[in-house]
């Protein structure tokens, strides 16, 4: 399974990025997906997370602001970043829990960085 990401750079605060990400490979089904992110010296931290169902779980630090949303047909999914504040400054994972043969396990893209200048 393999997850490729797009959409990072760079942008000033009160900008806007769309990161991407598609689920390919081996796959019987995607049971969730969405973004963590990690800033320098700090873990790694839930952004946005949407199940299978449609539900959603974001951070309290970017409700109102981003917004995830997935395409089940092409096994992708997306994240809509508005008002970027610097605080926002990381490098992004996409991540995808997936049921296949092997199981249902977690699976993670290489991270993409996301740099809010102010």
């Known amino acids: 399974v393999q997850l490729q990401a797009s959409g990072g750079g760079l942008v000033q605060a009160g900008g806007s990025l769309r990161l991407s990400c598609t689920t390919s490979?081996?796959?019987?089904?995607?049971?969730?997906m969405g973004w963590y992110r990690q800033a320098p010296g700090k873990q790694r931290e839930l952004v946005a997370v949407?199940?299978?169902?449609?539900?959603?779980n974001y951070a309290d630090s970017v409700k109102g602001r981003f917004t995830i949303s997935r395409d089940n047909a092409k096994n992708t999914v997306y994240l809509q970043m508005n008002i970027l504040k610097p605080e926002d400054t990381a490098v992004y994972y996409c991540?995808?829990?997936?049921?296949?043969?092997?199981?249902?396990?977690?699976?993670w893209g290489k991270g993409t960085q996301v740099t809010v200048s102010s």
């Open positions: 949407v199940n299978s169902g449609g539900n959603i």
């Open positions: 490979g081996s796959i019987h089904s995607i049971n969730a």
């Open positions: 991540y995808a829990f997936v049921t296949n043969f092997r199981g249902s396990l977690d699976y």
